[in-house]
């Protein structure tokens, strides 16, 4: 089965850093990561599917992008509301799936 | 509106059997993937399985082939998620969610029930 290694594990910024997070896989899934934020006590939400696409309604300061094994994940202007865990998630078509072992983003 | 509701939080004791729920609604239940996610206190999110209810093709990780058992009631829009045999580390918050196929054909989980809290202790 994929392996996902997702660093760093834990990251501290100031708001309006530029932020980055990678997720690298143990083998090639082309472009089937997504990347989910997971605030305490909710649900996780979607907010890149396919490496690079932006969900509906997620504020375009969220990007990611990537294929084959390598894929980064960026808020390019960090702001206080993002403060969460964030998950890498790959898919291969049996369908199975894997995550990442997630990043928790604080404020500096 | 898509929606998925989980049943309440359970408190049980190890040994014990358990089956919780996620209600599909405001889609065509039979058409999409259920997936069942782990994650225990203060952990990361675990794939464990994935169902299709149309007609109950089921796949689960590796880690948990054998642990748990997902099914699904297509005439109650009901997916599941059940232990034959409770264990501590059981203790968990559960989540399904539904999964969508982009044009590429990469899947994702775009709608997510609430969570069920799974408590196990003696």
């Known amino acids: 089965d994929i392996q996902m290694t997702q660093s760093p594990s834990s990251l501290s910024a100031s708001v309006g850093d530029r932020v980055t997070i990678t997720c690298q896989a143990s083998?090639?899934?082309?472009?089937?990561l997504n990347w989910y934020q997971q605030k305490p006590g909710k649900a996780p939400k979607l907010l890149i599917y396919d490496a690079s696409n932006l969900e509906t309604g997620v504020p375009s300061r969220f990007s990611g992008s990537g294929s084959g094994t390598d894929f980064t994940f960026t808020i390019s202007s960090l702001q206080p509301e993002d403060i969460a865990t964030y998950y890498c998630q790959q898919y291969d078509n049996l369908p199975m799936y894997t995550f990442g072992q997630g990043t928790k983003l604080e404020i500096k | 509106e898509v929606q998925l509701v989980q049943s309440g939080a359970e408190v049980k004791k190890p040994g014990e059997s358990l089956k919780i729920s996620c209600k599909g609604s405001g889609y065509s239940f039979t058409s999409y993937w259920i997936g069942w996610v782990r994650q225990m206190p203060g952990k990361g999110l675990e794939w464990m399985g994935i169902?299709?209810?149309?007609?109950?093709?089921?796949r689960y990780s590796p880690s948990f082939q054998g642990q748990v058992t997902i099914s699904a009631d297509k005439s109650i829009s009901t997916a599941y998620l059940q232990w034959s045999s409770l264990k501590a580390s059981d203790t968990a918050m559960y989540y399904c969610a539904r999964q969508l196929y982009s044009r590429a054909g990469g899947g994702y989980f775009q709608h997510w029930g609430q969570g069920t809290l799974v408590t196990v202790s003696s």
């Open positions: 169902i299709y209810p149309g007609d109950s093709d089921t």
């Open positions: 083998q090639d899934i082309s472009n089937y």
